[in-house]
């Protein structure tokens, strides 16, 4: 398994022995249809190197300002995971070079409220279809399922996000996973869903006591097979990292579309994935010109989405050479952009600076050789 540890680990890429001063990260959570500030969103902080994924922070958004100001003595490459009450939790990774001043947003989208359950029944099945949401999502209820006593009045919300969109890949958690041999691996995500259920009297989420089974309509671009076992993952916030939990089935229906279903003994993020290792660094460079000379940008947050593959990826440029290393998928179409940020005193003007930035984008294919 991915060691977790309390105490920061020595990157490779970077020095071993900590810096007096090496860099700062100003984080906003953003709501990602509204575009304003989410205020009092939890933070966690874990730094990646290598095969070790380390917590190492645990914080919120401040409610005043609407960022959190987070300073590192030592280089890494950081996973953020953002959380708040009714919205999916989100990760996203990036590599940090000393010497350099990075802002990031990260965007949120709140779940949907799919049934209202007024009194449960434990003595019955209870089987909730919702299409509502970008695709399909069933539940189906065993008897007895859920951790409740009989008569609580339930409600069921949910985000079933479309991975063939890249954008909104980006609200999800990155597809970072622990294989059933505890490999690291990278995920082609073909359906994904955030799935809670809240007790009404208390305002607590309700656990399950028997495996539930989910039916997640797929893309025809899945182009899956009838009866393909493809693997379930879930998403662990204590780790930071997609946990594989076995196999979901693919069933073909008469009309030609198809589903995937399986069992699920808890609630959380979950993801029908085809996983791969086969990997490329894509070499980045981002520079602007000013004065009939280009010169080096760092600190602009560079992003990839899959094309030929569903996948979203970012990380920064760094201090002074406007570079940027980030993996894409070997063999497929990456699309790349990127996003100019500043980091200024006032946090007003730093937030209204990043909402101002626009991204450049093109698409590239990725050959077993290094790609600039």
Not at 242 to 248: A, L, Q, R, S, V
């Amino acid at each position: 398994a991915l060691p977790i540890s309390t105490t920061p680990a020595p990157t490779t890429r970077g020095p071993t022995t900590p810096l007096p001063e090496c860099s700062n990260v100003s984080v906003y959570a953003i709501d990602d249809i509204t575009g304003l500030a989410v205020l009092g969103a939890d933070i966690v902080v874990f730094s990646i190197d290598a095969e070790i994924v380390t917590r190492i922070l645990d914080g919120a958004i401040d409610s005043e300002l609407g960022f959190t100001l987070l300073k590192f003595s030592y280089e890494t490459t950081l996973l953020l995971q953002i959380s708040s009450p009714g919205y999916s939790t989100v990760s996203r990774t990036y590599f940090m070079r000393c010497e350099t001043e990075y802002v990031v947003q990260i965007r949120l989208r709140r779940r949907m409220d799919i049934e209202y359950i007024a009194a449960y029944d434990p003595a019955s099945p209870l089987s909730v279809t919702s299409t509502q949401l970008p695709s399909e999502l069933t539940l189906n209820f065993p008897p007895g399922a859920l951790d409740v006593e009989p008569g609580t009045p339930l409600t069921i919300a949910a985000r079933v996000v479309d991975p063939f969109n890249g954008t909104i890949l980006r609200t999800a958690p990155q597809l970072i996973a622990e294989s059933l041999t505890s490999q690291r691996v990278y995920l082609d995500s073909l359906a994904l869903a955030d799935i809670v259920i809240t007790n009404d009297l208390t305002n607590t989420t309700v656990d399950l006591i028997k495996p539930v089974n989910f039916v997640f309509q797929l893309n025809q671009e899945a182009n899956a097979t009838d009866g393909e076992l493809i693997p379930a993952w879930s998403y662990d916030e204590l780790r930071g990292v997609w946990i594989e939990e076995g196999y979901g089935v693919v069933d073909v229906l008469p009309d030609g579309s198809a589903t995937w279903r399986f069992n699920a003994t808890h609630f959380s993020w979950w993801n029908c994935d085809r996983p791969w290792i086969e990997k490329n660094c894509l070499q980045v460079d981002v520079s602007h010109r000013r004065g009939g000379v280009l010169s080096p940008l760092p600190s602009a947050v560079v992003a990839v989405s899959g094309v030929s593959y569903n996948y979203y990826g970012t990380t920064w440029t760094s201090f002074p050479n406007g570079d940027a290393c980030i993996e894409t998928k070997r063999d497929e179409i990456t699309s790349v952009s990127f996003v100019i940020s500043h980091s200024i005193t006032s946090a007003a003007k730093r937030l209204l600076l990043v909402r101002r930035c626009r991204p450049f984008a093109r698409e590239t294919r990725q050959s077993g050789r290094r790609t600039h």
